[in-house]
């Protein structure tokens, strides 16, 4: 078993940023992938970013490259995710996962966590 917590949501405006963190713990060295996934209402689970072990793969969805940024600390068994210039559709609880081998598909993913609110305001 995994569990993850994820921090750091929040509220902001729009053009803001925010950091989220997702800790893991049990039995990490499962943790090969690490992602972030997001729920809006009224949408599915989408994909956001994932990271591999190494961190030498990132993965983004088109709707986050170049404000999102995925990281990890091994030694921490943690997963960062820098949110920058938020946007108001980016409002929705955010959700950690981890995964053997999978990267975009919700189905490849084995542990997820709470999940974290963000509210971007207009």
């Known amino acids: 078993q995994v569990q993850l917590v994820e921090s750091g949501g929040g509220l902001v405006q729009a053009g803001g940023s925010l950091r989220l963190s997702c800790a893991a713990s049990g039995r990490t060295f499962t943790t090969n992938v690490m992602g972030w996934f997001r729920h809006a209402p009224g949408k599915e689970r989408e994909f956001v970013a994932a990271i591999g072990w190494g961190a030498d793969m990132t993965y983004y969805a088109d709707s986050v490259k170049g404000r999102f940024t995925i990281s990890r600390d091994n030694a921490k068994n943690t997963v960062y995710l820098q949110m920058n210039s938020l946007k108001p559709e980016d409002t929705a609880v955010y959700y950690c996962?981890?995964?053997?081998?999978?990267?975009?598909?919700?189905?490849?993913?084995?542990?997820w966590g709470q999940g974290t609110q963000v509210t971007v305001s207009s």
């Open positions: 996962a981890t995964s053997r081998h999978g990267l975009t598909a919700v189905y490849e993913y084995d542990y």
